[in-house]
């Protein structure tokens, strides 16, 4: 049952918020007899528009199909915490591929069934463009299914390796970010998924007393998750599209929606510590 829970909630989220609804219409564009989606979609794909708008970084996942028959999702979400926390480092699918058409699945249950099929109009090294029908099936019985417009993004980098160790900077967008103030601060990104975030103090560097801080790197995704010590805390996320890490220079950006609806890009720069 919690397998098939924190299935379910990557699946939506492919889908978007507007989930038990039809968006499709009689102007959705006609595909072409083969485009060799099979050899295609091997690699990482990230969610850019859904029903024609930009996909805000909190909203973002990465697809791997890692063959023609079998992909991993990475996504960090947790706006349904009575079904599961939402953390999604490498949530496996099934994938078929006929044609034009591509189902994804979770794998069986004796429970329920996530079915998100894809009939793709358009697919090069860049990007791909489908109609996204998603179907649930509990016992046997479809209880929900809805269809909308949807666009990938090819990932053609991988940072999970390059972000490891120390690293020192500051928001530096016009409109900042949620958690920062302005301040330079210390990350240290371990290999096993935790990291330490350190402030200065009088002068010197202080590690924040958390009850827990993990993160994941899924090719240009970086999702992190951590709750400070002590009663009454809860836990806080930010997600992260890598733009780059280069001469020891790393910078972010991130698509935030605010409360009204409009959106603004949040940037991050920050440089390795190497002392």
């Not at 006929?98 to 069986?108: L, S, V």
């Not at 090719?219 to 930010?238: F, M, P, V, Y």
Request: charged residues 25%; hydrophobic residues 35%.
């Amino acid at each position: 049952m919690k397998k098939f829970l924190s299935w379910i909630l990557a699946a939506t989220v492919i889908c978007g918020a507007s989930v038990f609804t039809s968006c499709t219409n009689d102007d959705d564009p006609v595909a072409e007899s083969d485009l060799g989606v099979a050899e295609k979609i091997i690699g990482r794909w990230m969610n850019a528009e859904l029903a024609g708008q930009p996909v805000p970084t909190n909203q973002k996942l990465v697809m791997n199909f890692i063959s023609s028959t079998k992909a991993f999702i990475s996504a960090s979400f947790n706006d349904h915490p009575e079904t599961g926390d939402g953390w999604y480092d490498l949530v496996e699918s099934d994938v078929t591929i006929n044609g034009n058409k591509m189902t994804m699945a979770n794998p069986e249950d004796q429970y329920a069934k996530v079915v998100s099929e894809f009939t793709i109009y358009a697919i090069n090294d860049k990007e791909f463009t489908a109609i996204q029908k998603l179907t649930v099936i509990i016992d046997g019985k479809i209880q929900d299914s809805h269809e909308l417009p949807i666009r990938f993004v090819k990932v053609e980098k991988d940072y999970s390796a390059d972000i490891i160790g120390m690293w020192e900077g500051h928001s530096t967008g016009a409109e900042g970010s949620e958690f920062d103030d302005g301040e330079n601060h210390r990350w240290e990104y371990l290999l096993d998924g935790t990291f330490n975030f350190f402030r200065k103090v009088d002068g010197q560097w202080q590690i924040s007393d958390d009850a827990y801080a993990k993160y994941f790197v899924a090719g240009n995704l970086l999702c992190t998750r951590w709750k400070n010590a002590g009663i009454g805390n809860e836990e806080n996320r930010e997600w992260w599209e890598i733009e780059s890490i280069k001469d020891g220079v790393m910078k972010w950006k991130a698509l935030r929606q605010k409360e009204d609806g409009s959106t603004y890009t949040a940037t991050f720069e920050m440089k390795k510590v190497t002392e």
